[in-house]
């Protein structure tokens, strides 16, 4: 059952109401209710659009490639939506957006519209806000969607849930394999492209990319050669991506099981944490535990019991905001 | 999860003075804040866009070209014509004593001439943004 203020909210994004599709993106970011329930309105008419990952070390040229890339689709006609997502601080739960700055040509393109998002410490990686985002960009009329992630770790795993395609951006300075084996960025990663090929070795350092893709990982995965900075090698990426785009896109039925498990874990870890956090008792364990009268592994083990015991297991659900 | 303030520190026009601008930048996400910061000689047009896309809260121009009386005109009739005029609007940078009145005149909601401690322009967004 859909609120009329969801409804109405919804059709505005429809027709192409930029100010509430950007509210509306807050809303979810927020985790309020309405947003959810304008998301319920527009999802069944998503899944057009061609999502594109990008992800990759910092300073690798994620940005630049992007925005050439942004603005190549632009020259074949298509509108495309950007989602650029940089780590919010630990220590002061604050964020400072850099990304825009190195989309200097897409942000001066009046069709493209560029969000910056902050990562926020969801648990669940930053799927469920970029996911909202992503169909409210696409009931925009966006085609193409470009969603920026940073570093390692949860957030790319993250954002392989969350695209059709995933580009992992590489530079010749690298490290070794065992460097890209812990980094899991060529786990995920549909594309590879090696940019700043302009560095000193950069076509050894391909060439090793090379063996160690069909080699080590028996992957077919195309090498893509760039030097962003110059434009060069970024319409060898677009022929690729549309290539990608052309063969269809298919819901991986297997991506969306993991994406709804990470939303629950989301809801229900992030909300489990902030209680145990606040029951005083935890406190009185933990000292225990300091002064090893306890170890961890019973701690956990009761705080769950009594937890659980106490029927507060309903706490732990969706709350209403 | 907690709201969080989102504000965009904009560069209008010629000045080319940004240190300011990102030291503030870099006390508000310091402070827990999420703040975007345009770069340097956006048009008013480009901030209103900027500010609509990302759904600040807080718009903060710094001005050091002493065009502040122009400018913040244009973002406060631009902000109207676009219904976004709940977005909160502080200037600061080289900001003359007897400009300051005027400027709250045309809705702006804090004044920071240069020299103004961060403290202060911290507490004032975080009341700005209570109302």
Redesign the interface.
Same mark, same amino acid.
């Given at each position: 059952m859909l609120n009329e203020r969801a409804k109405i909210l919804a059709e505005k994004i429809s027709s192409g109401d930029e100010i509430t599709a950007s509210r509306v993106i807050s809303m979810i970011e927020n985790g309020e209710d309405i947003g959810f329930e304008v998301l319920s309105a527009i999802y069944p008419s998503t899944g057009r659009a061609f999502r594109i990952g990008i992800t990759g070390s910092p300073g690798s040229g994620k940005s630049t490639i992007i925005d050439r890339l942004a603005i190549s689709y632009v020259k074949i006609g298509k509108k495309v939506g950007i989602i650029a997502i940089d780590p919010t601080s630990i220590k002061s739960k604050g964020a400072l957006f850099g990304d825009r700055l190195r989309l200097k040509s897409a942000e001066k393109v009046e069709g493209i519209f560029i969000r910056s998002m902050a990562h926020r410490g969801f648990l669940g990686g930053i799927a469920k806000a970029a996911l909202g985002a992503e169909c409210v960009l696409e009931a925009l009329g966006k085609e193409i969607i470009i969603v920026e992630s940073v570093g390692v770790g949860q957030t790319e795993l993250s954002i392989s849930l969350i695209s059709d395609v995933v580009v992992t951006v590489l530079t010749p300075d690298f490290g070794d394999e065992i460097q890209l084996m812990k980094a899991n960025l060529l786990d995920i990663g549909d594309v590879v492209v090696m940019n700043k090929m302009d560095l000193k070795g950069a076509e050894e350092k391909a060439k090793d990319l090379t063996t160690y893709l069909y080699d080590i990982k028996k992957e077919n995965l195309p090498i893509i050669k760039t030097i962003a900075s110059r434009g060069e090698g970024i319409e060898d990426l677009l022929s690729i991506l549309e290539e990608k785009r052309k063969k269809g896109i298919g819901d991986d039925k297997k991506k969306l099981k993991e994406l709804v498990l990470a939303f629950l874990r989301e809801e229900l870890m992030g909300n489990l944490e902030r209680l145990i956090e606040e029951d005083p008792q935890f406190d009185e364990l933990l000292k225990k535990v300091e002064k090893r009268n306890l170890d961890p592994y019973s701690l956990a083990k009761t705080i769950l019991t009594s937890f659980f015991k106490n029927g507060r297991a309903e706490e732990c659900i969706w709350k209403k905001k | 999860?907690e709201? *969080?303030i *989102?504000v965009l520190i904009a560069k209008p026009g010629l000045d080319g003075h940004d240190r300011g601008a990102k030291v503030v /930048?870099?006390a508000?996400? %310091? /402070?827990?804040? %999420?703040?975007?910061?345009?770069?340097l000689h956006k048009t008013i047009d480009?901030i209103v866009?900027?500010a609509?896309? %990302?759904?600040v809260d807080i718009i903060g121009l710094s001005i050091m070209s002493g065009a502040h009386i122009p400018l913040t005109r244009k973002l406060m009739e631009k902000l109207r014509e676009?219904?976004?005029q709940d977005k909160k609007v502080f200037v600061g940078g080289v900001i003359p004593t007897r400009d300051i009145e005027k400027l709250k005149e045309m809705g702006v909601k804090g004044v920071f001439p240069g020299g103004t401690p961060i403290d202060e322009i911290i507490s004032a967004i975080k009341e700005a943004q209570k109302e």
């Open positions: - | 999860m709201k *969080k *989102k /930048a870099l508000l996400k %310091e /402070a827990g804040m %999420e703040v975007i910061y345009t770069g480009q866009n900027i609509i896309q %990302e759904d676009k219904g976004i």
